[in-house]
Nanobody
Framework: QVQLVESGGGLVQAGGSLRLSCSAS????????SAWYRQAPGKQREFVAI???????KQDDSVGGRFTISRDNAKNTVYLQMNSLKPEDTAVYYC?????????WGQGTQVTVSS
């Protein structure tokens, strides 16, 4: 059974930073791709960043240069470092991964950026 647990969300002022963590059980992150998505109130869930098994990463243009996805294989944890946060980054952030052709999601962690 794959389980993903996000943490690290909270309330931060514009220009501040947060680091989100996603820990996993039932899957080894280094063997599959993992990603962060977010969903703002009244909007569809959207892609934020992805990391491949070989460590290659890609971020959405809306967060490029401000957000960085990374992975600690020893801790089986994926991170999202978010810098220069803006009010429009306010959303619930979800961790996502794939195992046996099935998508798995965490419960989400709320990030609120005040102006």
């Amino acid at each position: 059974q794959v389980q993903l647990v996000e943490s690290g969300g909270g309330l931060v002022q514009a220009g501040g930073s947060l680091r989100l963590s996603c820990s996993a059980s039932g899957i080894t992150f280094s063997t599959t791709r993992s990603a962060w998505y977010r969903q703002a109130p009244g909007k569809q869930r959207e892609f934020v960043a992805i990391i491949a098994p070989n460590g290659a990463t890609k971020q959405d243009d809306s967060v490029g240069g401000r957000f960085t996805i990374s992975r600690d294989n020893a801790k089986n944890t994926v991170y999202l470092q978010m810098n220069s946060l803006k009010p429009e980054d306010t959303a619930v952030y979800y961790c996502n991964t794939v195992s046996d052709w099935r998508d798995y999601w965490g419960q989400g962690t709320q990030v609120t950026v005040s102006s």
